[in-house]
């Protein structure tokens, strides 16, 4: 009864150093998020997949790029991270759109 | 960018009491869906209620239920008989109907305390 797992659930980066947070979730669920989640500011959509092969970019999609690896993974990457990109992730999924979504559990990342 | 107002960023509330958490938004649509969503101190984001716009009836989860005031675009959520366990941060959050329209778009957030 996993749900949805993210990887890792703390990061500490330099930067310009790069990482990818990993999702997977286990409910045959069509449609895959990345949230980021800063004070005072609530949750922002980075990128959403709202099908197996396809990709589109949310509210702040620069300086992240995403991967659909499959109906079950959905991965953020971080090519070059800024102190900027210091936040919570989140990742989510949802049968289809509009529908509830599912959170993972978050990743604390900062970026020194 | 449609935008989610939640105006108060903390609220108390005795246990058994009962407390309503405000929340406003800005579209020029008729088709959508609001949601508030619960974040208690593990982090983890769950779901306490879900509306669909062309419902005149407001939802209700148990002790949680919502009046949803479409002319006024005012979606306020009450929760009911107040818990040690309703402690937490609640997310109202606003997402257009129709299809291929995945964005969710979260207000700020209020912080509710729960005095024993």
């Known amino acids: 009864n996993a749900g949805v797992t993210q990887t890792p659930k703390f990061q500490v980066l330099k930067t310009g150093q790069s990482m990818t947070l990993q999702c997977a979730q286990d409910?045959?669920?069509?449609?895959m998020y990345w949230y980021r989640q800063d004070p005072g500011m609530g949750l922002r959509l980075i990128y959403y997949?709202?099908?197996?092969?396809?990709?589109d970019k949310g509210e702040v999609p620069n300086g992240y790029n995403v991967s659909r690896l499959n109906k079950r993974e959905f991965s953020l990457r971080l090519e070059s991270a800024a102190p900027s990109q210091t936040s919570v992730y989140f990742c989510?999924?949802?049968?289809?759109?509009?529908?509830?979504?599912?959170f993972g559990s978050g990743t604390q990342l900062s970026v020194l | 960018a449609q935008t989610v107002t939640q105006s108060q960023p903390e609220m108390s509330v005795q246990e058994a009491e009962t407390v309503t958490l405000s929340c406003t938004y800005d579209?020029?649509?008729?088709?959508?869906?609001l949601f508030w969503y619960k974040q208690p101190p593990s982090r983890q984001m769950i779901l306490v209620i879900r509306?669909?716009?062309?419902?005149?009836q407001n939802a209700t989860e148990n002790r949680f239920s919502v009046n949803f005031q479409k002319a006024a675009k005012s979606f306020s959520l009450k929760i009911s008989d107040s818990q040690l366990g309703d402690a937490a941060m609640y997310f109202c959050?606003?997402?257009?109907?129709?299809?291929?329209?995945?964005?969710?778009?979260f207000g700020a957030g209020t912080t509710v305390t729960v005095r024993a």
């Open positions: 579209t020029s649509e008729s088709d959508y869906y």
């Open positions: 409910m045959n669920h069509n449609s």
């Open positions: 997949s709202a099908s197996e092969g396809t990709t």
């Open positions: 509306q669909e716009a062309y419902k005149q």
């Open positions: 959050a606003y997402s257009l109907g129709g299809s291929n329209d995945y964005k969710l778009s």
């Open positions: 989510a999924s949802s049968r289809q759109e509009n529908e509830k979504l599912f």
